[in-house]
């Protein structure tokens, strides 16, 4: 098929954003498929410069680095972004051919701020949603560029895999969710070395991903909440002095000098895993991963398992994380272990530990039997 995927790399320029695109980009084309990537800022460009603070309204910054995460993996010539009236990458008459006689565009978290008459060009089209009971908070609450971009897809795809089950708190907002486990292009992820007793546990996170504007107060049987990972993390502020075991983070935009008081080792988060090849390093540089979920996955049951804690599979690198209601979508215990409370995952931290080879040999069959892109992206096809 002719796939143009709709993304957004450079709206967020961190490595692990730009995996979580690749994945999908490098797996379609290793199926026999014909792949273009899409980016639209709308209106006006913002790029986000790290190191400022601050954003850039000039979209050739932003094409810079697209093109720089794109081209190694053989997108040269395959991309597209748009500001405006400004088209980068491919020229305006390719893309508009391109939509014409494609067959499916594929929509990934995207809220497009203007829907284009070629987006409708496509035979299909299809939305996959990477951030349940926010997205369908959004949805309910009248976010005017999402639902219009919705409600220009056939079929939703959902990272949430319990979403519409009877114990699940995400509203359905009169919609179908197919779930979908998020795909790894494993050529790019080798299993690596055991990793030594002394390499930490370590996360990627944002303190906090949104204001509070996205608080909402039509969680099925619950509260209002906004519930990000500032919330959940108070409860595991003391673990560092509770177990032997070092305990890292990338982070972003949280209180360091707190978390560091209490014994966490804090680097700046951008820094570590600005591109696509720190990302990498610094995930195949640790031992496991441990990670708190955001509240609202945690509290909704929504059965979120990020792509994050995939690229950590794939390197045979074991991942505890928060239960998210997991156990009913996942094999736990080997390789993927829960908490729930800070004495499980002190508990979780002793497991891995005591028998490591074999959690992080399950951890990359994980890897290889639930999430290579090479088994979950034809089971998105075929429900297209």
Known sequence: MLIVFAGSIARFPIGGHAWANLHYLCGLRDLGHEVYYLEDFGEGCWFYLWDT???????????????????????????????????????????????????????RAVA?????????????????????????????????????????????????????AADCRVPLVGREWVPLLPPIWLQAWPCMEPAAAASPFTTIMQWRSYGDGHAYDGLRQGPAWCGQ????????????????????????????????GHGWQVVTGWLATRTPELYRRFIQSSRAEFAPAKRAYVLS??????????????????????????AECLPVGEGVLTFRTPKDALAGIDAIDADYASHARAARALAETRFASGRVLPQLLDRL
């Open 53 to 107: 603070d601050e954003t850039s309204d000039d979209p050739e910054r932003a094409a810079a680095y697209l093109k720089d995460c794109l081209e190694p993996f053989g997108f040269a010539a395959r991309w597209a972004l748009r500001a405006g009236e400004r088209m980068l990458g491919l020229p305006l008459h390719t893309f508009e051919d391109l939509c014409s006689a494609a067959d499916l565009l594929l929509v």
């Open 112 to 164: 497009f701020r203007e829907w284009r008459p070629e987006y409708d060009w496509p035979s299909r089209r299809a939305f996959i949603d990477v951030d349940p009971v926010f997205t369908q908070a959004s949805l309910a609450q009248g976010d005017p560029a999402l639902n219009a971009t919705v409600a220009r897809c056939e079929r939703l795809f959902t990272v949430g895999q319990r979403i519409g």
């Open 229 to 260: 990972k500032d919330e959940t993390f108070e409860a595991y502020l003391d673990l560092p002095a509770r177990t032997a075991q070092r305990l890292c983070l990338a982070l972003s935009g949280g209180p360091s000098e707190r978390l560091r």
């Open 301 to 326: 049951r929504c059965g979120w398992f990020s792509d994050r804690s995939v690229c950590y599979l794939a390197s045979g690198r074991p991942v505890l994380v928060e239960d998210t209601g997991l």
